[in-house]
Structure formats: structure tokens, C-alpha cells
């Protein structure tokens, strides 16, 4: 089993940045990814950064250039930095980690920007 508990979220201008970071504990050596989704009400959770357990990172497209997922590894923490934030950005985010086994999920933390 592997826990995750999100933070960073809030209300911030258009424009400004966030940093979401991610704690895991547990079986987190048979990690093979962990990555942030969002969700906004109405519609699927989408995937909006990953990275892999060789280090490889992928971004959904409205994100790219903007947002920058890194993991510290001695931390057992996986970040989204998010910069140039815009109202479609807003959504509630969560942290997602993939074993062999499973997904495991976050509770999410609420991201609102004001423009």
C-alpha cells in the first residue's frame, strides 16, 4: 500500500505561481510512476504531469512550458510547480502513484486562480 498526501493548494492571481508537493510512504520502492491529475466538476480527471521512475517526464499540452514536475527521491515528495497560472487552470489536484499492483490516490488539493 502506498499513501499520498498532497499540499500547496490555494488562491492565487492569474498569472502567479504554486507548488503542489506530494508526500508518499509506504511501498513506495515498487513505484514505477507518480504523476498529477486534475479534475474539474462535470468532467474527467485529466493527467497533467508524470514522471517515471528512470526520471522521463510528460506533460499534457495546455501545460507545457508552464508547469514542472520533479521528485525527491531522499524526500519520498513529488512536486508540481506551476507558473503563468490562468482560470483554466483552476481544478482540484491530485496526486497519483502506479505500482505493479495499483493506482493510489491523493485526497486533492483545491488550486483557484483569479483573474
Known amino acids: 500500500q502506498v499513501q499520498l498526501v498532497e499540499s500547496g493548494g490555494g488562491l492565487v492571481q492569474a498569472g502567479g505561481s504554486l507548488r503542489l508537493s506530494c508526500a508518499a510512504s509506504g511501498s513506495i520502492f515498487r513505484l514505477n510512476a507518480m504523476a498529477w491529475y486534475r479534475q474539474v466538476p462535470g468532467k474527467q480527471r485529466e493527467l497533467v504531469a508524470a514522471?517515471?521512475?528512470?526520471?522521463?517526464?510528460i506533460y499534457t499540452d495546455s501545460v507545457k512550458g508552464r508547469f514542472f514536475i520533479s521528485r525527491e527521491n531522499a524526500k519520498n515528495t513529488v512536486s508540481l510547480q506551476m507558473n503563468s497560472l490562468k482560470p483554466e487552470d483552476i481544478a482540484v489536484y491530485y496526486c497519483n502513484a502506479v505500482d505493479d499492483i495499483s493506482h493510489y490516490w491523493g485526497k486533492g488539493t483545491l488550486v483557484t486562480v483569479s483573474s
Open positions: 514522471i517515471y521512475s528512470g526520471g522521463s517526464t
